[in-house]
C-alpha cells in the first residue's frame, strides 16, 4: 500500500512538488550527478604524485577510526597488558602520525598550488577546520592514555587551557571527560568536515595550475573573435 | 622477537631524548628529524614523475 505524498515529476509536463524532500533531492542531484561524484576520468594537471596525499590522508583517517574502534571493544585492560592489545594501541598512534603527516604535506602542496582559486574557498576552509579539529583529537587522545605521559601532558596544558577561559567547561585534568572527546565528540566532527571537504572537491573539481587559470581568465574577458563566414 | 631485538639494538629509545637549541627555538632531534622526512617526501611527490597509462591523455 502506498500513499500519495503529492505531484509527481516523473510525467512529463508534470508540475514540479515543492516538498522539503524534493526539493532536496533535486539540488543533491544538481550538485553532486553521478559522473561528479565518482567520476573515472580527471584533468591531465592531476597526473601527480602531490595529489595521492589527499587520499592517503583519508585511507590513515579510516586506518584511525578502525583500530580505535577495537580499541574500544576490548577496552583498557586489554590495550595496556595484552600483545595483540600493545599491536592494536600501536596501531591507533602509528595511524595517527601518518594522518598527520600526510595532510601536512598535502596542505603545502595545496598552500603554493593556492587551492581556494576558482570559488574553491569553501574547500580550503573545510580542510584547515579539519586540521584543527584532528589537532585537539589527536591532543586528547594522548591525555587518554593512562600513563605518565598523559599526566605531564595534562598539568602542562591545563594552565595554558586555564589561561584562555576555556577551563571553566573543558578541564584537561578531568579523565573521563578528555575521553568522551575523544572517541566521540571530536572523531564525529573530523569525519563529517573531512568528509564535507572531499564533497566539495568532488562538487568544483581540483584546482587547475596558475597558466591554464591565468589562460581561462583572459579568454572569459576577452573572447577570440569569429571568424568571418 | 628477532627483528625486534635488532631494531631496538640500532635505535636505543630508552634512555632521555636529544634536543636542538638555538635561540629561543628548541625541538627534539626525533622531531626534527620527522620534519626533515616529510619536507624530503614533499620535494619527492613534486619531482618524480607521475606513471601514467598509454593512451590516456586526457
Request: glycine content about 8%; aromatic content about 12%; proline content about 5%.
Amino acid at each position: 500500500m502506498s500513499v500519495d505524498t503529492g505531484s509527481h515529476t516523473d510525467e512529463p509536463g508534470a508540475e514540479e512538488s515543492r516538498q522539503w524532500t524534493a526539493r532536496a533531492r533535486r539540488a543533491a542531484e544538481s550538485a553532486f550527478p553521478p559522473d561528479r561524484l565518482l567520476p573515472d576520468r580527471q584533468p591531465a594537471y592531476m597526473a601527480s604524485w602531490i595529489y595521492v596525499f589527499g587520499v592517503l590522508t583519508v585511507v590513515s583517517l579510516a586506518w584511525v577510526i578502525i583500530t580505535g574502534c577495537v580499541l574500544a571493544i576490548m577496552g583498557p585492560s586489554w590495550w595496556h597488558v595484552s600483545t595483540a592489545g600493545h599491536f592494536v594501541n600501536s596501531l591507533h598512534l602509528w595511524s595517527v602520525e601518518a594522518f598527520f603527516s600526510f595532510m601536512v604535506i598535502h596542505l603545502w602542496g595545496k598552500f603554493f598550488m593556492a587551492a581556494w582559486r576558482g570559488n574553491r574557498r569553501l574547500t580550503w576552509a573545510t580542510g584547515v577546520i579539519s586540521f584543527a579539529v584532528s589537532v585537539g583529537a589527536a591532543f586528547t587522545g594522548y591525555l587518554s592514555q593512562q600513563n605518565f605521559d598523559s599526566q605531564w601532558i595534562s598539568t602542562q596544558a591545563k594552565d595554558g587551557i586555564n589561561a584562555t577561559g576555556a577551563g571553566a567547561v573543558w578541564n584537561v585534568l578531568n579523565f573521563g571527560q578528555m575521553l568522551m572527546w575523544h572517541i566521540v565528540l571530536l572523531p564525529i566532527a573530523v569525519v563529517i568536515i573531512a568528509g564535507l571537504h572531499v564533497l566539495l572537491v568532488r562538487r568544483h573539481g581540483i584546482v587547475p595550475p596558475f597558466a591554464d587559470d591565468e589562460r581561462k581568465s583572459k579568454e572569459t574577458v576577452a573572447p577570440p573573435a569569429e571568424e568571418p563566414a | 622477537m628477532v627483528l625486534g631485538a635488532l631494531l631496538a639494538a640500532l635505535i636505543n629509545l630508552n634512555g632521555s631524548g636529544h634536543y636542538i637549541h638555538w635561540g629561543f627555538i628548541q625541538i627534539s632531534v626525533a622531531n626534527f628529524v620527522v620534519i626533515l622526512l616529510m619536507i624530503a617526501v614533499f620535494v619527492l611527490a613534486i619531482v618524480l614523475p607521475f606513471p601514467r597509462r598509454k593512451g590516456r591523455d586526457e
